[in-house]
């Protein structure tokens, strides 16, 4: 069985990030940056199907600047085989991102793609389906359990009605929730055999533009201060003053 | 050919020195897996292990064994990764946020190690290591006696030769880990004089560990006696040679006071965390009490002391791992580089160690009342980092030690006796060395002199390079060690002296700073 993890370089989740003054992106001078959590969840539970199955492969893919090195060797350290950055300074958006990958998922065949249902930062929740249907696979989002059969998978999700069990083809596309492991300590061994492990760099494999563009990134106003009122008369002449009830 | 020999720091100043900044990106990956595993499996067992709940304790350095955190820097040849000190040390630092922990976890990867890598021979270290080294088995190291602790040479404990073995007989007092530990290095002495070290397994009939002592602090550790009664230990255990244990003892120490260093200012993380996050939730007079200029100044303090230590402590470390990555490996060549920079790590040990003292005192000031009960954390931060400054070489002895060695080197050649003139505490520094008379106050105040001009060099240096907070840290360091400078020359020379004018003191920017992080900058 072999697995392809795409995985993207995040500033850190619990960073206090402030954006640029111009309103061009963010300012992430001396921030953090890690791998999406979700996208960790994914590599965790490919290393979990090969501790059980030893003839799985596992290949971590990430698309963006050299720095993206670093989130691959830490892929590396997990358990990844092998990693690949698709290198690249282009803006991105995700119909780009989801092109790029379909493109390397085509030359690398897995059975399984698997990654995180959205990244921490931009909260889009698109690439893994856009791939889906690129790729006309079969697909599972949110996935909480992922059981590998024979040329197919199981998958359980959690919903709002309830607990569901979907069975699938391979070739496929899942992705994964906060709820399917615990992603483990990185052993420090793990982390030197990584250095020894390939990591290879390549040029995009497509043409696709963005579809969106961002034209403006404001932090939100601040809450004006509230004030704190004496009885629930108050409280209700207040609020019907100002029209609210 | 390293470029800051022993001592170096007196007459010259480094254009660089070895920091944490320096790590490259897959040596950050395991410091930030050690930080991890600290706050997901330890610091949320505080509590019970201070409670001294059975099992808990081992089960953790198992598991930390498991991740390669008990041999960071073993030789790769017996077990370990062979990593450099500074990462192992960067590394322990953020596995010692909880005290307990740490001292267990750096007695078995430290002090009971390094008598056996540095001067154990092929087979010993192949025996023994590797169980260490994955946390498979806990080591202790047994210097200290009831009548014997600053003068560790002093020791009682005897060693008779029977056969081709030899009886162990004494009684071994305060040993860390010595409830959970199976491999023991003993210092015992042959003849009644000739110190000699031995690795004693647990289970060698004669040797019993006593029961636990009552504590202050750390109680999560375990700090017994062990008693040796005829205790047969087979003559391939003894470690070196007859009549030279001294050196294996004394220079594991040397490596583990500067771990010590680093595992006194984990705790500091972990105060600072707890001290920033009360300062603002607590309010009074209807202001969160971390806008109040005197709570402020903790904090910024705490900034320029943690700034002062660390950069010693990963500037000794770049040091030890230059004179060992040139040392051929042999048993002299370890014992050449361990003691090259005896001064070094003191200076490290009180300096650090101090450190944590007064901010954890400081942390615990900002709890107020709070502080002082048991329902908060700092009570027992502050009670556990109290044995700091007693343990590995009291502080006194450090300080005596440190301007004597220094002299001892210059003597010989060892070490110029110019000073670099770098700063405002090297200028005191080199008048005040030639002035040091024979009291142990003005000697200590001399080594005060020493400990300072070592750190604001380092800091200088290091800060440069960074800027920002760091260059802020470092102004404010300053100021505070020229003042603590002023006062011990004032104590070498019984003269006074007039402080240069202050640089900026940064108090709010390094507040916000601490604030924001909540930990050091
Ligand atoms: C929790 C804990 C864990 C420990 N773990 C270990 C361990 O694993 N292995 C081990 O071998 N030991 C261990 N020790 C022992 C520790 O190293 C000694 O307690 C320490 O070296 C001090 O010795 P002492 O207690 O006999 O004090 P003393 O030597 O009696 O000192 C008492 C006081 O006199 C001062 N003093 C003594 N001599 C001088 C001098 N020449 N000049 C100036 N002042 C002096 C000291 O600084 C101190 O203030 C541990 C101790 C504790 C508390």
Known sequence: MKIVVPIKRVVDPYAKVKPLAD????????????????????????????????????VAVSIGGPECEEQLRKALAIGADEAVLIETTDGLDASVIAAELVAFVQEVAPDI?????????????????????????????FACKLTPGVGEVTVDRETDSGEESLRMKTPCVVTTDLRMNQPRYIALPGIIKARSKPLAKRGRGTSASPRVRLTHLAALPPRPPGRKVASVDELLTELKSRGLV | MQTEPGCGFFSHTPRSVCSPEGFHSDERLMVESASQFTKGEVLPLAERLDRQEEGLMPELIRKAGELGFCGVDTPEAYGGLGQSKALATRILEFL???????????????????????????????????????????????????N?????????????????????????????NAKWAETFLVLAKVDGEQVTAFVVNRDTPGLTVAREEHKLGLKGSSTARVELE????????????????????????????LKL?????????????????????????????????????????????????????YRTCGLLDEVFGASDGSTAGNRAAAEEYAVECSACKVLATEAEARIIDEMLQVFGGFGFTEEFPLARLYRDARVSRIYEGTNEINR??????????????????????????????????????????????????????????????????????????????????????????????????????????????????VLELRGPI
């Open chain 1, 23 to 58: 309103g061009t992106g963010l300012d992430v001078a001396g921030v953090k940056f890690e791998i999406n959590p979700f996208d960790e969840i994914a590599m965790e539970e490919a290393v979990r199907i090969k501790e059980r199955d030893p003839s799985t492969y596992t």
């Open chain 1, 113 to 141: 793609v698997l990654m995180g249902k959205q990244s921490t930062d931009d909260d889009s929740n698109q690439v893994g389906q856009m791939m889906a249907a690129m790729l006309g696979w079969p697909q599972a989002t």
């Open chain 2, 96 to 146: 010692s946020l909880d005290a307990s922990f740490s001292v267990t976890l750096g007695v078995t990867s430290g002090i009971a190690q390094l008598g056996l890598t540095l001067f154990g021979n092929e087979s010993q270290k192949t025996e023994h290591l590797p169980a260490l080294a994955s946390g498979e088995k806990i080591g202790a190291y047994c210097l200290s006696e009831p």
């Open chain 2, 148 to 176: 014997s602790g600053t003068d560790a040479l002093g020791l009682e404990t005897k060693a008779v030769r029977d056969g081709d073995d030899w009886l162990l007989t004494g009684s071994k007092m305060w040993i860390s």
């Open chain 2, 230 to 257: 005829a205790a047969r230990v087979p003559g391939k255990d003894l470690v070196y040679e007859v009549g030279k244990g001294h050196h294996v003892a004394l220079n594991a120490l040397n490596i583990g006071r």
């Open chain 2, 261 to 313: 260093a680093a595992m006194s200012i984990g705790p500091v993380r972990a105060a600072l965390f707890h001290g920033t996050g009360y300062a603002q939730e607590r309010k009074q007079f209807g202001t969160f009490i971390s806008d109040f200029g005197l709570v402020r100044k903790k904090f910024a303090d705490a900034a320029a002391w943690f700034y002062g230590a660390e950069t010693a402590i």
């Open chain 2, 400 to 513: 005596a030690f440190i301007a004597d060695r220094l002299a001892r080197r210059i003597a010989s050649g060892h070490a110029l006796g110019g000073s670099a003139n770098d700063s405002f505490v090297a200028e005191l520094a080199g008048k005040a060395l030639p002035r040091v008379g024979d009291h142990q106050e003005q000697v200590g105040a001399m080594s005060d002199l020493l400990m300072l001009q070592y750190a604001v060099q380092g800091t200088a240096v290091r800060s440069a390079a960074q800027g920002g907070l760091a260059a802020m840290a470092n102004s404010r360091f300053v100021n505070w060690a020229n003042g603590e400078a002023a006062r011990a020359y004032q104590v070498v020379t019984g003269e006074s002296v007039t402080l240069p004018a202050p640089g900026p003191a940064y108090t709010d920017e390094l507040a916000s700073g």
